[in-house]
């Protein structure tokens, strides 16, 4: 089965501070992807990006990074120099390649507050 | 262009009622997604179309649920006997194709009382 941990519940910081959002998912597939949403307090997700199994190539847009390792089965995301506009619960995702279509299973998400 | 909206925003229902909440996927999007999003948790994948046919139902709770996608672009998820435990956000999704990302819209609260 698949499983994505965001034991991080919440986080807070204040503006101009980095911070990094912690996933770590299970899956028996060898391939499959790893996701990242956002969450504003409006409630729609916001699709940040999407990385395949076989490009273990970190990420960078922006102010935000994703720094994909294999071996500990992690897929976090830094945000560097901290706005308020980034305040909003960030889910990461995982799907496998193999079902056909993208049939995604979330983390409970990360509550992000960064203040001014 | 225009996002994946659904209607409506909130809906408020009695126990044992039926209720139906709707997608507008993204024009030319062919793969529609429901998900369940109860507080604190993260969405559930409820069930998937590509065109009309529903390729994969298997996150339906049980009987009381169904959807459907009869002209391939708008669905309608279609809940029996409405009970407390169904209270949450259903949220919509589409992607052009099954292999690429899919957008969500703003979902429809579902509070059953």
């Known amino acids: 089965a698949q499983k994505v941990t965001q034991a991080q519940t919440e986080i807070s910081v204040v503006e101009k501070e980095d911070v990094t959002l912690d996933c770590v998912y299970e899956t028996r597939d060898t391939t499959y992807y790893l996701f990242w949403y956002k969450q504003p307090p409006s409630g729609e997700l916001v699709f940040l990006i999407r990385r395949n199994s076989f490009d273990e190539q970190n990420e960078i847009s922006g102010r935000y990074s994703w720094n994909f390792q294999k071996s500990t089965s992690s897929f976090n995301f830094t945000i560097t120099a901290s706005q308020v506009v980034d305040s909003a619960v960030y889910f990461c995702a995982l799907s496998d390649m193999n079902t056909g279509f993208q049939k995604l299973v979330f983390g409970t998400g990360t509550r992000l507050l960064v203040s001014p | 262009g225009a996002g994946v909206s659904q209607t409506p925003s909130n809906k408020v229902t009695e126990k044992g009622k039926y209720v139906e909440l709707r997608c507008d996927p993204i024009?030319?999007?062919?793969?529609l997604y429901w998900y369940r999003q109860s507080l604190g948790q993260g969405p559930e994948f409820l069930i998937y179309f590509q065109g009309t046919g529903a390729a994969d139902d298997s996150g339906l709770p049980n009987d009381r649920f169904f959807a459907v996608r009869p002209e391939g672009s708008v669905s309608t998820l279609k809940i029996q006997r409405t009970e407390r435990g169904d209270s949450a956000v259903y949220l919509c999704a589409s992607s052009l194709t099954r292999a690429t990302e899919q957008y969500f819209g703003p979902g429809t609260r579902l509070t059953v009382t």
């Open positions: 024009s030319g999007h062919t793969a």
